[in-house]
């Protein structure tokens, strides 16, 4: 006998409201784990960071550091790192990425850009915080400018800037891809007069920084001048713009003090922290100019600490008069590396024979139609013990 309509309908009802149940608790356990994924977005990698323990000592310096940089901070999702590591040194990495602007259309719009992150530890972040303070108080055509700052800087206390990017690499990077690393036949020529334009460009950037001053009336220096810190907007020496970047003082890089590139009064006096002044970023453009001039040699290679200092007192300052070196240039090296009184300065009138601007501005006229080239110099060690690691080839000093 067939069962009955009403009690086919009853248990009907009752199926259906023991579906209805579970759906329910489904629905509800979505909903809740999109609402924890979207505030893990948020707030997901301000905890993932690692924070110092404590960050007491550095409260009121991040406190002026933040109003400094105040105008360049921007939410971590505009600026963008990728794969590909330009560096590493004493405070932390350099990648290149991508800045996005504040707008609907920012993934059409987005700028190439060099992203230094620090490394996470307080004396670390605050040191480039700091040297990103130093570049956001200038402002000159041939010193690399800061696009942006991340908030993380101070909300996770994890330092993050953005740099603008400059296609032709560094010049050290010149030297080496295009010179040292090529066959003699395959090397293209370096005249004296393309080295000078890019070393007269340095020079206007010093200039600028060393007649800058902060708000407590102190002097800027650069604290690191060097090949692998002039980038290049192109790779052709003759038509291309040179500026000057990684705005560290020596006492920020701990261990991996640029040694060779120090001045005596510097390196001789480690233990009491000197200060760096604008007479030793002269003389660091001497080194810098003797790398140009031996086509990105390595100053002082495999010497040791004791090797470079006894090297002061010699007439050379230990860097040997490359081959196919004009004599006026060579006496701008030279002039450089002299006592500090004596060394030619950037700051100031230039038009005598003190200022390094107004040497530079009359070897780019003498040499302005010359043919005259750089040879290259090989780094060449005399040694056989094994301290230096002789006959073992040593890595460039790497950026900051």
Known sequence: MPPKLPEMTENKNECHENYMTPWATVI??????????????????????????????????????????????????????????????????VFKGYVFPKTQTRFKQKTFAAVKMSYPMPQKSIGLLEEAARMAKLNHPNIVKIIAVSKLSFTAFRPMFAMEWLPGGSLAEFFRDEIRRKDERERKPVYVREIIHILRQVGEALKYIHESRDQEGNEFTHGDVAARNVLLTNRNLDNCVAKLGDFGLPIDFGPRLPIPWLPPEVVCSLDKTPKHRPESDVWMFGVLAWECATLGAEPHFQRTFEEIQHCFTLPDKGLACPPNCPPEFWQL??????????????????????????????LETLFTHSNAKFSMVLNVSNCTCNQHRCNVPLPPFTIR
């Open 28 to 93: 509800a356990m979505f909903a809740l784990y999109m609402i924890a994924l979207l505030w893990f977005c948020r707030h997901g990698k301000k905890i993932c960071l690692p924070a110092p323990d404590s960050i007491y000592p550095y409260k009121r310096r991040l406190k002026y550091l933040k109003q400094v940089l105040d105008h360049l901070l921007v939410d971590d999702m505009f600026i963008e790192l990728t794969d590909s590591k330009l560096g590493q040194g004493a405070v932390g990495f």
């Open 333 to 362: 090296i030279m002039d450089c590396l002299s006592e500090q009184y004596r060394r030619p300065r950037f700051q100031g009138l230039t038009d005598s024979a003190t200022s390094a601007i107004f040497r530079l501005r009359e």
